[in-house]
């Protein structure tokens, strides 16, 4: 199993540019996470998606954008990147709610706004 | 709300020596508690969860945390640091019932071992 696979690991934006960061995961999870984690800041939750065709806000939703067409895709968008984008992003997944499942993370994806 | 609080940002100790690193949380109803570790440059990994049953739960690479309900607290413990345990340290909770199935996370410990 590879478990949560997330590209690119790396990438250099100019403001204003979009790009999208792929997740998949072959665990079969229903519960699919992005969070993004700033230094001293922990972990703050963009958005997440319960299963396929249904995704939610979290905590920082703001300049992003996400889908669930499948089970094992879960990517992020971003439109239109700015400074404050700049981060390392985290795909997780988890089993379905009302397990009591830890989540599995991907290496996650640094990117720089420039 | 659930809100998990860990607070100490930085946690040093010397090889052999014990360690513990602090987490408080808040949540409606019972919890269900998490300790995850980070290396750097790396991902989140699952250490040890609390669920139900005895307080003291044992999980990866000799980890230990108690579960204390009085004091809303779930300490990490090891009895004996390695230079290697050096990473960043996650607490999480997320209520059993009712609530958000969402877990929320703490900022991280960064855990030091000095050799």
């Known amino acids: 199993n590879a478990g949560v696979t997330q590209t690119p690991k790396f990438r250099i934006l100019k403001i204003g540019q979009s790009m999208t960061l792929q997740c998949t995961q072959d665990?079969?999870?229903?519960?699919m996470y992005w969070y993004r984690q700033d230094p001293g800041m922990g972990l703050k939750l963009i958005y997440y998606s319960v299963g396929a065709g249904i995704t939610d806000k979290g905590e920082v939703p703001n300049g992003y954008n996400v889908s669930r067409s499948t089970t094992e895709d879960f990517p992020l968008r971003l439109e239109l990147a700015a400074p404050s984008q700049t981060s390392v992003y985290f795909c997780a997944s988890s089993e379905s709610m009302g397990t009591t499942g830890e989540l599995f993370f991907g290496e996650g994806s640094r990117l720089t706004v420039l | 709300a659930q809100s998990v609080a860990q607070p100490e940002d930085q946690v040093n100790v010397a090889e052999g020596n014990p360690l513990t690193v602090k987490c408080t949380y808040s949540?409606?109803?019972?919890?269900?508690l998490f300790w995850y570790v980070q290396y750097p440059n790396r991902g989140l990994q699952f250490l040890l969860k609390?669920?139900?049953?005895?307080?003291l739960v044992k999980g990866s690479y000799g980890f230990e945390a108690e579960f204390n309900k009085s004091q809303t607290s779930f300490h990490l413990k090891k009895p004996s640091a390695l230079v290697s345990d050096s990473a960043l340290y996650f607490c999480a909770v997320r209520a059993s019932s009712g609530g958000s199935y969402i877990p929320t996370f703490g900022r991280g410990t960064s855990l030091i071992v000095h050799p």
């Open positions: 609390y669920i139900t049953g005895d307080n």
């Open positions: 949540v409606s109803g019972n919890p269900y």
């Open positions: 665990m079969n999870h229903n519960y």
